[in-house]
């Protein structure tokens, strides 16, 4: 359990990565930004309650789904959607977009186009800080559509054997593109997987910051005393499409308009509420200065300069 | 070079010199892969280091390519130099996501914000009948991937000089040795030394024609122009060492001096990496230095067969070699099949 | 159909012509009879009319190439009409056509540049020497495959070229010869190198043939010249020397029932040697206004293509120029030629006294392979003979 103030700005993050990916939904949906994107609407509990347990030092590893792992984590609204705007000033000096935001000296080992791309990177990191003797944790997000990919179960089997510090966070948000968990995968929970590994599995409820928040303090806990990995699922929903092309064919607007009724952002707000730690007029304030914020990026991006060709050619090499 | 004392080694022990060389010198080196540890790696090279650095530092792993050269990838990232050891060069099939995806591409998606400084050794070709799963030259794939240098030495000296260069390098560096080639013996110096990663080496010198080479198909080359001497013809061999990036300024002096160009790769003829050398000199000023058309002699396009005379009936030889100088010279016709 | 044009056939010794210039374009309309190009063969050059009206189409030989007879050339199309396109005789005349290349020297640059009008085919180390030494790559013979230029080639050229004369000499000049002069050399050349030539030189007893010259000088219009009565002496003589009408043709004698007596004409542009057909069957009447016709015609460069071919012996005469006697070079393939010197008046013993006595040198050049030197020599006697009583000619 966070401190009380903590708390209201776990509710700022979650309102700040939603209205930013509605902000680039609609940027799109306008012709205004160039390639493409996903959407962490409707997860936004999982990222920032896993991460609001990491401390000083910590890394993550995110997914082509990043935008709210890489705003939990801390990183600089303006310099995202500079990035999503392929602005010289962006993240990635405009040269990775949307999927490959980064910020490696902070510790956010970045998004990765490839699904299941960063799990060994993850467990690399994890070696580092073993090696070194660090007792810092590494926190590897995934979608359940990477746990049939082979580096799943090379990455959970290494980080097994050599109990690195590693927590494999999955974030099962019911479909890989149009494809249902239920016709991918035999097992009931991805987490049931943990034991063929040797390690502890455990399934939240994704739409509760809270439960994500404790299992994963729980799992970083036994990372950073050399218990190994533990392979954390989160139950979650993305409302939006899979990416900014989705018609949402696969899936009904029942099953969409069921899942928003358990939204996470409200869930949490109306628990803040009922811990005397959120007034309803509040609420609407920061609902606005997350607009705000989020409009005040988007507008000093705008105006930032575009890379020089010439750039393009950089940076390939050391 | 610093050679304040030298003796005989193996190509082999080269290798290991320079790794053990690196991870006395420095904490954050360390070798991964399959049977690395008190096996001594498939082909020997490691054998002994787990003695002296212990199995947190050669780390024998399960057999995982894909896992544990993306580990590699992310301690990489994380600052370390890491080593990782492919038993045979035809598995890095296995981790071509982490190599090209990720590794190759993380400084250049990161707006340079970051680098992957791995090494990736593993050794390649054919002429050991071990037939076509474990006898490729797969390294114009990595040629061609931005992002990744490519090494190929060929003598015992190039392997210690270039390991070490490539474990100091800030990227990732595919270190291709050969299987024919480890038990080759050379004065190697005692001290640690460098050679620089994209430099050839004008190994022979000669007036009448331009052999570009790397690996062991450098040594085919020196054989053949041994040969080529006997009937008046002195060929210059050039050993590229670095595949990628490639000193094709090296290769274009060769060039203008002889002017006639001949390459000898092992890898399959189509798409190989000898196309790019002489493209780069057609394509160039060097073109109008060329008096005959260029010729390459490469394995053909056919997966490596087992049996012996199979085996060697498509892969180069010296005698190849020479043919196909031959032919450019004396029957003018400039295409060798 | 397309009507096609072709090399003719302009003598029965003709093999090949060379192109000298087109006078049409691709495409070129041309009524029949129109000149469509300009050829040259051994002999001498003439134009191709064209032989119908229409559209010419498909041309194929560029100036200077050499084609064999048959070979097409060109076709001429009426509207509508197609152009065959793999016909045998195209085909035919390619093989013929590739045979004529083979047959170039190798010692010669091929004209690689011709060929197929295709370019010249050169490394590129070849071309760049070429352009540094300011040589031509079109002038550089290859010994690479069908011609292929190398650098070797170039610097050859480079170490072949002549010495540079020293200060002080006059640079030599080089002016081309005309085609009559050309040809004649190419000629000359051949004859004189492949046929063994012997000869024999005899002073014929003329008082007679003087005589007759200035007799009948006043009685026919237009008046014989010593030449045309030698000419009708020799084609009735070599009646009964067939060897010496005759031509040697791989190992064996060719014998022409008919005597074509060719006789030679200096001309502005050299030798020309127009051919008097069947010069035996002409009366003296027939005979000497033929002989000053085709000589008239020669100096003035008119003459047919077929007048300069499918002659049996040659008569070339400088005595009217002060020379007292020659050795001539054959005229291949004929078998002989006579060269005819100046009158000449010699003194001779007769009857215990000296009288004078005109002469005429003549030298008969032979084809040691088609006669003998007693051959030679019996004409000769015969020739004599006829001079001093010329009913033995009827």
């Known amino acids: 359990m966070q401190d009380n103030g903590n708390r209201v700005e776990l509710l700022k993050k979650m309102l700040l990565s939603r209205t930013f990916d509605e902000k680039v939904n609609d940027l799109y949906a306008e012709g205004k930004v160039h390639g493409t994107a996903h959407f962490y609407v409707g997860q936004e509990s999982v990222a920032i309650g896993a991460i609001a347990a990491l401390r000083e030092g910590d890394v993550i590893t995110s997914t082509h789904r990043g935008h709210g792992h890489a705003i939990a984590f801390g990183l600089d609204v303006d310099r995202m959607a500079a990035e999503l705007l392929g602005q010289a000033t962006g993240y990635c000096h405009g040269k990775g977009g949307s999927m490959h935001i980064a910020d490696v000296r902070a510790g956010m080992l970045g998004a990765n186009g490839i699904v299941g791309g960063s799990m060994g990177i993850a467990c690399g990191a994890g070696w580092a800080f073993k090696h070194r003797g660090q007792d810092h944790a590494v926190l590897c997000f995934f979608g359940e559509g990477a746990a049939n990919e082979g580096i799943f179960h090379e990455s959970l089997n290494l980080a097994a054997i050599w109990k690195l510090p590693v927590v494999f966070l999955c974030e099962n948000n019911q479909y890989g593109m149009s494809m249902s968990v239920k016709k991918a995968t035999a097992v009931e929970n991805i987490s049931d997987r943990a034991t063929a590994y040797g390690m502890p599995g455990v399934t939240v409820s994704g739409a509760e910051l809270d439960e994500v928040h404790d299992a994963a303090a729980e799992a970083l806990e036994r990372a950073r005393a050399g218990e190994g990995p533990t392979l954390l699922e989160a139950i979650t929903y993305r409302y939006l499409g899979h990416s900014k092309s989705d018609a949402n064919l696969y899936r009904t607007r029942e ?64 | 070079m610093p050679s304040s004392a030298s003796r005989e080694i193996t190509y082999r022990e080269a290798v290991r010199e320079a790794m053990v060389g690196a991870m006395r010198n420095d904490p954050e080196v360390f070798l991964m892969g399959e049977d690395v540890g008190v096996y001594g790696g498939a082909f020997g090279v490691s054998r002994g280091m787990v003695e002296e650095f212990g199995e947190d530092r050669v780390v024998d792993t399960p057999i995982s390519e894909a896992g544990y050269v993306g580990l590699c990838t992310g301690a990489a990232l994380m600052g370390m130099r890491p080593i990782a050891e492919l038993q045979f060069s035809d598995f890095i099939t296995h981790c071509m996501d982490q190599l090209v995806n990720q590794a190759a591409k993380i400084r250049y998606m990161f707006g340079g914000e970051g680098s992957v400084p791995m090494v990736v050794r593993t ?215 | 159909m397309a009507t096609e044009l072709k090399v003719p056939t302009l003598g029965m010794d003709m093999e090949e012509a060379t192109i000298v210039r087109w006078l049409v374009e691709e495409g070129a309309e041309v009524k029949k009879g129109d000149p469509i190009l300009e050829i040259d063969t051994d002999k001498t050059s003439f134009e191709i009319e064209a032989p119908a009206d229409g559209a010419i189409r498909a041309i194929r030989g560029e100036e200077g190439e050499t084609l064999p007879v048959g070979a097409t050339l060109a076709y001429v199309t009426a509207p509508g009409e197609e152009i065959p396109e793999q016909e045998a005789p195209a085909n035919a005349a390619a093989e013929q056509e590739a045979a004529t290349r083979r047959e170039v020297p190798q010692s010669q640059p091929a004209p690689a540049d011709s060929e197929n009008g295709r370019k010249v085919r050169a490394s590129p180390a070849a071309r760049r020497a070429a352009a540094q030494m300011g040589v031509s790559i079109e002038d550089v ?254």
């Open chain 1, 255 to 318: 099953e969409i308009a069921m899942w928003r009724k358990r939204d996470p952002i409200q869930r949490f707000a109306v628990k803040l509420e009922e811990e005397g730690l959120l007034k309803e007029e509040e609420w609407r304030t920061l609902e606005e200065q997350s607009k705000r914020r989020i409009e005040e990026a988007f507008e000093k991006a705008q105006n930032q300069p575009d890379p020089k060709p010439e750039s393009a050619l950089e940076d390939v090499y050391a």
């Open chain 2, 123 to 337: 050794p390649g070709g054919a002429g050991t009948g071990a037939a076509a799963q474990h006898s490729q030259s797969l390294e114009a794939w990595f040629v061609h991937v931005p992002g990744l240098k490519v090494v190929m030495p060929s003598t015992p000296y190039d392997a210690k000089g270039l390991l070490l260069s490539a474990i100091d390098d800030q990227n990732t560096v595919l270190f291709y040795e050969h299987k024919l080639l480890y038990n080759r013996k050379e004065e190697v110096p005692d001290e640690p030394y460098r050679v620089p990663i994209g430099e050839a080496r004008v190994s022979r010198e000669g007036e009448d024609v331009t052999i570009a080479t790397a690996g062991l198909m450098h040594h085919y080359a020196l054989e053949a122009a041994d040969a080529l001497s006997g009937k008046g013809v002195e060929a210059e061999v050039v050993d590229l060492r670095t595949l990628s990036p490639m000193d094709h300024g090296s290769i274009a002096r060769s060039v203008e001096k002889t002017g006639r160009l001949v390459v000898v790769e092992e890898d399959v003829k189509t798409a190989g990496w000898g196309a790019e050398v002489i493209s780069r000199i057609v394509e160039g000023e060097s073109f109008y230095a060329l008096d005959r058309a260029p010729a390459r002699v490469a394995a053909a396009d056919v997966p490596i067969p087992y049996n012996r005379s199979l085996e060697t009936y498509i892969r180069p030889t010296p005698e190849k070699v020479v043919d196909a100088v031959q032919s450019l010279l004396d029957a003018r016709v400039g295409v060798y099949a």
């Open chain 3, 141 to 394: 013979a290859g010994s690479g495959p069908h011609g292929r230029v190398y650098l070797s080639d170039v610097l050859e050229m480079e170490f072949a070229a002549p010495p540079e004369e020293p200060a002080g000499i006059d640079a030599p000049r080089r002016e081309p010869l005309s085609r009559i002069r050309r040809l004649g050399a190419e000629r000359t050349a051949r004859s004189f190198s492949e046929v063994p030539h012997f000869y024999l030189t005899r002073d014929l007893e003329a008082d007679r043939l003087v005589e007759l010259v200035e007799r009948l000088g006043t009685r026919m219009d237009p008046a014989p010249s010593l030449t045309e009565l030698l000419v009708l002496a020799v084609s009735r003589t070599l009646k009964s020397h067939p060897r010496l009408n005759g031509r040697y043709v791989d190992g064996e004698l060719e014998v022409h029932d008919d005597v074509n007596v060719r006789v030679a004409v200096a001309t502005d542009e050299g030798l020309v040697v127009p051919v008097l057909l069947k010069a035996d069957a002409l009366t003296l009447r027939e005979l000497v206004p033929g002989v000053k016709d085709l000589v008239q015609r020669a100096r003035d460069h008119r003459l047919a293509p077929e007048e300069l071919s499918g002659g049996t012996f040659t008569i070339s005469n400088l005595g009217m120029m002060g020379i007292d006697s020659f050795d001539a070079i054959i005229n291949t393939p004929e078998a002989a030629i006579l060269a005819v010197g100046r009158v000449r008046t010699v003194p001779e013993w007769r009857n215990g006294e000296w009288v004078p006595r005109r002469v005429i040198s003549v030298t008969l050049s032979v084809d040691h392979r088609v006669a003998d030197g007693a051959d030679g020599a019996r004409f000769l006697q015969d020739l004599q003979d006829a001079l001093l009583d010329w009913e033995l000619l009827l």
